[in-house]
């Protein structure tokens, strides 16, 4: 949703602090073993729950091959995959960029088929939304082996920060290879975010190399609330970027929100749509039916207030996020991996029956 400048009323308030107030912060914990997933267990079937994410045994793996023809095994996306992993915390992370304090946390690999180093991605935040909501992201990240963060951004009801926002975010990369337990590939980068996170992450990717393929979460361009532009240099017009990002990219979005409302969520001029008509090949589109803005947190249900003012989904909290899951991990298998085995769970015969087949998505790529 667009991140609101100052925004009178109580109305307006409540209504800014759905598409995020400052995320709250993390406490700071050593690397806890959260438990690992077997690389065998139940197979590829139906959805699984959202919320909580209960999945605990990967599925029993195919073989494929990279893009260099290299033999790599293929696992179910939509349940955890075949690596233990660890979580780890640090609240008080300073980027010394911008001076801000970007609380980091991670899930990283602790066993597995493949020793290391690990790809990284990094889930940026909606616009004043918790960077808790997205556990459950890196949570199956990880157990694909990712070393996966959320770098907790700050964002403001004064204004537009676009530039430094993907700063914080691009830090989470000189975060993670200053940690060498997590192992991590620093040269191997995807970025993925939710809302004005989305838009970050893909501003990120126009900015850094080192980020070699992004899929975003119902991004939303723009500045600001009611009355107010998107104005350079601290809002940036992202989407007019897209062309000249020579990378991999992938949109899921919804259209319930496209319109209605005293502001909608998810303005059509503004949401991924609009994004996906400037990539460059390969790029991915996936339109969730009966999804609204929100759909994509991890529990809709404790977003109370604050998500109350999108329109009211039709599809359920947790299918979205159990379809969301799989795409964002099937995703980095195919492009920061080269895993072509990953194709039928973007756009192949796995994506057909089980999402397009039943009504779920739509899918463009090009």
């Not at 308030?13 to 400052?22: E, F, I, K, R, V």
């Not at 700050?154 to 997590?182: H, V």
């Not at 899929?215 to 723009?222: A, K, M, R, Y």
């Not at 999108?310 to 298998?333: G, H, I, K, Q």
């Amino acid at each position: 949703m667009k991140n609101l400048g100052i925004v009178l009323g109580l109305a307006g308030l409540a209504w800014a602090a759905g598409c995020g107030g400052d995320s709250t912060g993390l406490q700071p914990t050593g690397s806890t073993n959260i438990g690992g997933t077997g690389g065998s267990g139940s197979g590829a079937g139906g959805m699984g729950t959202g919320g909580s994410d209960t999945s605990v045994s990967g599925s029993s793996s195919s073989s494929s091959s990279s893009s260099s023809g290299i033999p790599m095994n293929v696992y179910d996306p939509n349940v955890n995959g075949p690596y233990a992993i660890l979580e780890m915390k640090d609240d008080q992370y300073i980027n010394p960029s911008t001076k801000n304090k970007v609380p980091m946390h991670v899930f990283y690999p602790a066993g597995g088929p493949m020793e290391g180093p690990y790809p990284v991605v990094v889930v940026a935040h909606g616009f004043q939304l918790p960077a808790s909501q997205y556990t459950n992201y890196i949570k199956r990240l990880a157990t694909f082996g990712y070393v996966a963060i959320t770098a907790d951004f700050p964002t403001s009801f004064l204004g537009p920060e676009n530039p430094d926002n993907a700063k914080d975010i691009i830090s989470a990369i000189e975060w993670a290879g200053s940690k060498p337990e997590l192992k991590a590939n620093t040269v191997n980068v995807g970025m993925t975010g939710h809302s004005l996170g989305g838009k970050i992450a893909l501003l990120a990717a126009t900015m850094d190399s080192r980020i070699k393929a992004s899929i975003v979460l119902d991004p939303v361009d723009g500045g600001g609330g009611p009355g107010m532009g998107c104005n350079p240099p601290n809002c940036v017009d992202v989407s007019a970027l897209m062309p000249q990002l020579k990378i991999p990219t992938g949109f899921l979005g919804e259209t319930l929100d496209a319109s209605g409302g005293f502001q909608p969520c998810a303005p059509a001029a503004d949401n991924y749509t609009t994004f996906y008509a400037g990539t460059t090949s390969p790029s991915l589109s996936v339109t969730v039916k009966g999804a609204n803005h929100m759909s994509f947190l991890d529990d809709l249900a404790s977003c109370g207030t604050t998500c109350s003012f999108c329109n009211m989904p039709t599809t359920d909290n947790a299918t979205v996020n159990s379809l969301s899951r799989a795409y964002v991990t099937a995703f980095y298998e195919r492009y920061l991996r080269g895993n072509t085995g990953y194709d039928t769970y973007l756009t192949g015969a796995e994506a057909q029956a089980r999402y397009v087949d039943k009504g779920l998505v739509t899918i463009e790529s090009k």
